[in-house]
């Protein structure tokens, strides 16, 4: 177990990864007779494998948008020195009380405390500094009077008005004290938090690195974007869509390998992909048939397989192992069923691997037609959602689900999770997954 899995940041993430999270049959019983796994224990292998957050410490406009790694306590009380909150004059309230009771005090100009230059002396009895906003309180004064409520004349200064003792001053500390909390960890780093913390001298801060992701895409009929495809060929999806969609979870595609369906190849591929923290995505070739090697090629390479198989459409060759902190996924290489691969398993891992909290945004939707799964897997369906102009949410099952359909992912809102046997009844009200890019 490493330490991550103890901090209550995971125990939160761990919550907040709900997916589906009903256990309706034992996994050992659903393992002997298919072979595969449930969904909940797919998520659960990841939860419990989840790696060590990669830390950095970093310049604060580098660490724009990135969630702090610690706690930050106040390393300096803030105000750090009593000052003025206006232009005016600094005084002392024995000297000036009277005028509350409407009698007007004239006192002597002393001398000056300007922002940055404080006044070297003590204000004595019948004495007023000059101050200026934020200038350093000088010794022996208690309040300030704002220059609109005085006259002045050569070296002298008339108090017209006054309300109570310590007017217009920020006291030291009044904000916060050294030690308190300042940022808690997991806090995202935007220019305002960036402004506090170069408030208290702080020029560099612990946050969580982005997940390092490389991308291993298999298959000996791919054509790269861009290139030219003969007719046995097939583009390459899958490396711009996952490349988008791990930058989207905050993660960063630092590497990205194609490689035919060799066995060879394949190992290639893995071990330039294999650094000691970070995500391997492998598309493709994770299947039984003749020319997926990737199993194997992972097990070459020195990874322990940790899961293949789960009992879900589409996607029901999903492959994860893991080397010390580098876990590494085989999707399918169907660009439907990798992608909801990632979008079920893989962004909520990279986004907690940053500190973030993930959990589906779902919604109570009216089905206007029934929706059955009568397979023996659960299904992942595809829907379209619209709101009515009651409030109420309607979806409909989108068409055209195949694995190798692109259209049903690009048209969808969001999925619904249909397990074996599930009916909903037409007219009836069911929970849907919506897309975090969908409002
Ligand atoms: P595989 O999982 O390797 O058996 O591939 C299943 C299907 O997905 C085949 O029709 C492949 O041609 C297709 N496929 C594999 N990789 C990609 C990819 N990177 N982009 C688009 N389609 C792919
Ligand atoms: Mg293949």
């Not at 002597?108 to 006044?119: D, K, L, N, T, Y």
Request: net charge positive.
């Amino acid at each position: 177990m490493n330490e991550i899995h103890q901090s209550s940041q995971f125990v939160k993430d761990y919550q907040t990864w709900t997916g589906i999270g009903k256990r309706t049959e034992s996994p050992g019983s659903a393992k002997r007779k298919h072979n595969m796994i449930e969904i909940w224990e797919a998520l659960q292998i990841i939860r419990d494998n989840h790696p060590s957050p990669m830390v950095a410490k970093l310049p604060l406009l580098d660490a724009l948008g990135k969630r702090l790694a610690v706690d930050i306590l106040a390393p300096e009380p803030s105000p750090r020195y009593t000052n003025s909150a206006m232009d005016g004059f600094a005084v002392r309230w024995e000297d000036v009380g009277p005028v509350a009771g409407g009698v007007p005090i004239t006192l002597v100009i002393a001398g000056e405390s300007q922002a940055g230059i404080p006044f070297s002396c003590k204000c004595q009895s019948g004495q007023a500094i000059r101050i200026s906003t934020g200038a350093m309180l000088p010794k022996g004064t208690d309040t300030v009077v704002r220059v609109e409520d005085t006259r002045t004349e050569d070296d002298r200064v008339t108090v017209m008005q006054v309300r109570k003792k310590g007017q217009d001053i920020r006291r030291a500390g009044e904000e916060f004290n050294v030690g308190e909390l300042l940022l808690p960890q997991g806090t995202a780093l935007q220019a305002p938090q960036l402004g506090l913390l170069t408030s208290v001298g702080i020029t560099e801060v612990a946050v969580y690195d982005p997940p390092q992701v490389s991308l291993v895409v298999t298959g000996t009929e791919l054509a790269a974007p861009g290139e030219s495809v003969a007719p046995h060929q097939i583009r390459d999806s899958n490396s711009i869509m996952l490349t988008a969609a791990v930058r989207q979870a905050g993660g960063k595609v630092v590497a990205r390998h194609y490689t035919g369906d060799t066995l060879a190849d394949t190992v290639a591929s893995i071990r330039k992909s294999t650094n000691k923290s970070g995500v391997i995505i492998v598309t493709g070739g994770v299947s039984v048939g003749e020319h997926d090697h990737v199993k194997e090629a992972v097990r070459e390479c020195g990874f322990v397989e940790l899961f293949w198989r789960v009992k879900q459409k589409p996607g029901k060759p999903l492959f994860f192992a893991r080397k010390d902190d580098c876990l590494l996924f085989g999707l399918p290489g169907n660009p439907v069923s990798g992608f909801m691969c990632f979008m079920y398993y893989i962004q909520p891992l990279l986004r907690s691997m940053q500190g973030r909290n993930f959990s589906w945004r779902t919604a109570k939707a009216r089905f206007d037609n029934s929706v059955r799964n009568s397979g023996g897997r659960t299904n992942f369906m595809r829907i379209g959602v619209k709101k009515e102009e009651s409030g109420f949410i309607i979806a409909e099952v989108l068409a055209k689900q195949g694995s190798h359909m692109l259209g049903s992912i690009a048209r969808a809102d969001g999925f619904i999770i249909m397990e074996p046997g599930k009916f909903i009844p037409e007219g009836s009200w069911h929970e849907v997954y919506l897309f975090p890019w969908r409002n």
